[in-house]
């Protein structure tokens, strides 16, 4: 993959290109044949919240991202609007005719900021993405499995998200995408050093492995740093939920390489790949032993969690990812018997910010979401445990 460069030294000699119509005609795509609006995905969830997988009880979700950049332009942080234009008009272009699945376009820099964050959220949407300028837009297909962010950091960044650890079938699908679009479009690329990115330390194979892991037994032991500072030695970033920059909150970390030259991307997975059954069998260790040793104890925290969750009036989403955390944990421990997993895993997204004011049609301050989250936290839980689980 990647045509040779002879230097570092991009060639950045323009041609001239006809762009007919505006750019807003991008952006009227429809998906399975219907009109779409972003207010539609507040009807389903990401089909990497669905709870199924190998070891889908611990690991939430395996993603991997790619970053690219067009040859003959320069990167975003010198590209002029001119330039962002016509590589958002390439890699439109592009998308639409090699990707067979229906694609949903959204244009980032018309969205309000309640509906970036929404996107972020979901996890289809980085926080830089979000807080960008100029032109930049997102393509979404699969049931949010696959983004490919426009102009973000680097021209385009492809991404491959599934439930459970899945990472060889996302690398798979990742690279067949890849692929495609490489048959269209040349690629920033040194035969020395790889895939040429905006940011150094993306450069080589411009992919980041990531797995998300739900860790609670560890962190109430207190074992978690310890096994993040032995990541962190061989060249592991540990990160929050959502990823770069974010705070470990419910007891959800990522774990992701942090290098990406002078490796083949199947190293890369690989390397990812050894270490993460060990942290499994580490957390699988704790939860037995507390459930050895003190299960009366473990069994009331857990209750008093999905008791509070299913009473509480206001609540913020800090102590909603805390109190979620110790329910999902006690239903795979088996102390929970009436809640299934995909809706505990669904809470843990639509009761964030954007998620409660969306679904509510407006926006709302802190005290009101409180309040909103409380309600909808109500009316899920115990309709969840009753079994009728709704799909929004």
């Avoid at 390489?257 to 083949?264: E, H």
Wanted: include cysteine; aromatic fraction near 6%; charged fraction near 30%.
């Amino acid at each position: 993959m990647g045509n040779d460069l002879a230097s570092l030294t991009l060639n950045l000699s323009r041609r001239t290109r006809g762009l007919p119509g505006t750019r807003s005609k991008l952006f009227q795509t429809t998906k399975w044949g219907k009109p779409v609006q972003l207010d539609d995905l507040t009807r389903t969830s990401g089909e990497w919240l669905r709870g199924e997988g190998t070891d889908a009880d611990i690991v939430m979700s395996s993603r991997i991202r790619l970053a690219r950049n067009i040859a003959e332009y320069p990167f975003i942080s010198r590209a002029s609007q001119q330039d962002r234009v016509e590589i958002e008009r390439m890699l439109h272009d592009c998308l639409q005719e090699k990707l067979s699945q229906d694609l949903l376009f959204l244009d980032i820099n018309q969205l309000s900021a309640l509906d970036r964050q929404f996107l972020v959220e979901r996890h289809l949407i980085s926080h830089e993405h979000a807080d960008g300028e100029g032109p930049r837009s997102v393509a979404l297909a699969m049931k949010e499995r696959v983004s490919l962010m426009i102009n973000e950091e680097d021209h385009l960044r492809i991404q491959v998200i599934a439930s459970g650890l899945n990472l060889k079938e996302v690398w798979s699908e990742i690279d067949r995408i890849d692929d495609l679009i490489e048959e269209q479009l040349t690629y920033a690329y040194s035969s020395k050093l790889g895939y040429l990115t905006a940011c150094p330390t993306n450069v080589g194979t411009g992919m980041r492995v990531s797995v998300m892991m739900h860790l609670p037994a560890l962190a109430m032991t207190g074992e978690a740093e310890k096994v993040f500072r032995s990541l962190q030695k061989i060249n592991l970033a540990v990160r929050g939920f959502f990823g770069e920059g974010s705070q470990a909150i419910g007891d959800f970390y990522q774990i992701s390489n942090q290098i990406t030259l002078g490796r083949s991307e199947e190293d890369l997975i690989q390397h990812v790949m050894d270490v993460i059954p060990v942290i499994i069998e580490y957390e699988r260790k704790a939860r037995n032993e507390w459930m050895e040793k003190r299960q009366e104890k473990l069994h009331d925290d857990i209750s008093r969690a999905y008791a509070i969750l299913q009473n509480t009036k206001t609540i913020t989403s800090e102590e909603t990812m805390t109190l979620l955390s110790k329910v999902r944990m006690g239903i795979n421990l088996k102390l929970i018997d009436d809640l299934p997993i995909p809706s505990v895993n669904k809470l843990f997204l639509f009761t964030q910010p954007a998620h409660l004011q969306k679904l509510r049609g407006r926006e709302m301050d802190k005290l009101d979401r409180d309040i909103e989250r409380a309600n909808y936290l109500r009316s899920h839980l115990n309709e969840a445990s009753e079994g009728d689980v709704r799909n929004s």
